[in-house]
């Protein structure tokens, strides 16, 4: 069947929304040495075609992989997150294939700025869609992991793309699993904003997360944050 809605504020099961805390002992990781922060710029290719880029979906604007040569999940709020990129003469590709591994463009990648505009996830989509020459600044992810055990709900609103996510965004840290975590492991607070992409071990498609969630009590979570986004 098609993927259900999901880009709104409201958690798709009531399974998913709240869970109690058991502390891991980890330590953040410190972000790599290498560059956290950099710009891409995206030329126009040959068969670049506007009009196939108008797609709405779940009241977002949607860019068509084919076009640019990246899949983008533009449900986590601010910042456009990176879901899968393609190799070939696409604009991504392109820019991939000559700039030097620090620098390319990844899938886990956070977009946060598109032609100037940052902070305002409508903006920086309709730059996507309407110009083929983009300058982009993006930022590497940083991984954390915490431990809860879940009770009836998780306890956070949750954002997602059911069509081309492969993380869970959270919307808001509410009482219950995930705000007792934080109680107990002020070094390694989960944030507004920071996205569940795997669970378990556990990566893929929004759905393949989504149900491990469901199905599993305990539940080890990698975060990913942006990487310019110190820890307290």
């Given at each position: 069947g098609?993927?259900?809605?999901?880009?709104?504020g409201?958690?798709?099961?009531?399974?998913?929304?709240?869970?109690?805390a058991?502390?891991?002992?980890q330590?953040?990781?410190k972000a790599k040495?290498?560059?956290?922060?950099f710009?891409?710029?995206?030329?126009q290719?040959?068969?670049?075609?506007?009009?196939?880029?108008?797609?709405?979906?779940a009241?977002?604007?949607s860019?068509?992989?084919?076009t640019?040569?990246a899949?983008l999940d533009?449900?986590?709020?601010?910042t456009?997150?990176v879901?899968?990129v393609?190799d070939?003469?696409c604009?991504?590709g392109?820019?991939?294939?000559?700039?030097?591994?620090?620098?390319?463009l990844k899938a886990?990648?956070?977009?946060?700025?598109?032609n100037?505009?940052?902070?305002?996830?409508?903006?920086?989509?309709?730059?996507?869609h309407?110009?083929?020459?983009?300058?982009?600044?993006?930022?590497?992810a940083?991984?954390?992991?915490?431990?809860?055990?879940?009770q009836?709900?998780?306890?956070?609103?949750?954002?997602?793309?059911?069509?081309?996510?492969?993380?869970?965004?959270?919307?808001?840290v509410?009482?219950?699993?995930?705000?007792?975590?934080?109680d107990q492991?002020?070094?390694?607070?989960?944030?507004?904003?920071d996205?569940?992409?795997?669970v378990n071990?556990?990566?893929?498609?929004?759905?393949?997360?989504?149900?491990?969630?469901?199905?599993?009590?305990r539940?080890?979570?990698?975060m990913?944050?942006l990487?310019?986004?110190?820890?307290?």
């Amino acid at each position: 069947g098609g993927g259900g809605g999901g880009g709104g504020g409201e958690p798709p099961d009531p399974s998913i929304d709240s869970a109690s805390a058991v502390d891991a002992g980890q330590k953040v990781p410190k972000a790599k040495n290498s560059v956290n922060e950099f710009e891409v710029t995206l030329e126009q290719t040959d068969d670049f075609d506007c009009s196939e880029a108008h797609v709405f979906r779940a009241g977002v604007l949607s860019y068509p992989a084919k076009t640019l040569g990246a899949l983008l999940d533009a449900s986590t709020g601010n910042t456009i997150f990176v879901s899968e990129v393609y190799d070939g003469d696409c604009p991504v590709g392109l820019y991939n294939k000559t700039a030097p591994p620090e620098r390319q463009l990844k899938a886990g990648d956070f977009i946060v700025e598109s032609n100037g505009h940052r902070g305002n996830m409508t903006m920086m989509m309709q730059e996507m869609h309407l110009y083929p020459n983009l300058r982009l600044l993006v930022t590497r992810a940083m991984e954390y992991d915490i431990n809860v055990c879940k009770q009836d709900k998780l306890g956070c609103g949750i954002t997602y793309d059911a069509n081309s996510g492969i993380s869970i965004g959270v919307a808001c840290v509410l009482s219950g699993p995930i705000q007792m975590w934080n109680d107990q492991n002020r070094s390694k607070v989960v944030l507004d904003g920071d996205g569940i992409v795997a669970v378990n071990g556990v990566r893929g498609s929004t759905g393949d997360i989504l149900e491990v969630i469901k199905q599993s009590k305990r539940q080890r979570m990698t975060m990913a944050r942006l990487a310019s986004n110190t820890v307290e």
